[in-house]
């Protein structure tokens, strides 16, 4: 008699990070139902926008959960605390409501004690109302695959299409790595129950930390250009950046990302991923450019 596929929700499933994670836990044979903002029809995927009510009979057959979904729109604490906090809140409290076994929510490494940007705040009330539901927390670096997407893939489009690249403070602004593949071993050992209960937030990214330009410049050379960097004091970007979303504009590099981007996390500890037994790759340049 064959054994039934473990039922899995994913949130955010059309975004870099949950596609990804959706895509790896389909090929080890779980049966994924996205759940989106704009669900394809026939795919049984979901319709789910965050800070919605969220009736817990939504995840009836569902054994797991993946929360990925974040709202980049609002701009203001108050709309962000309103959409994405309570929204996760509410999100994870039907979970459990509904009896759903294991949930896994997908933080950042912007998320840490003293962090300044409004979406690591963000993160950490989420991880603090998670881990109180029992749920686990993962920090991961920056995410890159086979084929890049996310805030990696911006950085290949940047590169391919300007000979003149602006970076902020020189371009040392240190990023750690993450493949996809990595992030996903890691996810489904929590759906497994191979990682113990009640533990801290993990920190998932190969430990070896790259500087902004570096990485632009592997780019470069993995597209076969020769670009310049221009160096752009970070006051006078987030100001530019500022000014355009107070007139009303959406630029795709926010200015609250920018300030992530200053004001990063100075030794995310990679112990716990260690002594749990996970290992990620070595950042290696995809070869799909």
Known sequence: MAVEAESCVVT???????????????????????????????????????????DPSLFKGAQTLVHCAYDFEPRRWEEIAAINVNGSQKLLAAARAAGVRQVVFISSLSAFVGCQSLYGRAK?????????????????????????????????????????VPIIWGGRQVQYLLHDEDLGQVVQACLDGRVPAEIEPITVAHEQGWELKEILAQIARGLGKRVRFLPVPWQLAWLGLKGLELAG??????????????????????????SLGFQ??????????
């Open 249 to 274: 504009a959406r630029p795709n590099f926010r200015s609250d990302s920018l300030i992530s981007l200053v004001y990063q996390n100075p030794c995310p500890s990679f112990a716990l991923m260690r």
């Open 280 to 289: 990620c790759r070595t950042f290696q340049l995809p070869a799909n450019l």
């Open 124 to 164: 950490m009330e989420i991880e603090g109302f998670a881990r109180s539901t029992g749920a686990f927390v993962i920090r991961p670096g920056l995410v890159y695959s086979d084929n890049p997407g996310g805030l990696f893939g911006r950085l290949v489009c940047q590169v391919r299409n300007a000979r003149f």
């Open 12 to 54: 955010g499933a059309h975004g870099f990070v949950g596609s990804r994670l959706k895509g790896h836990l389909e090929r080890a044979g779980w049966r994924v139902t996205a759940w989106t903002r704009q669900p394809e029809r026939g795919t049984g995927a979901v319709a789910f926008h965050l800070g919605q009510e969220v």
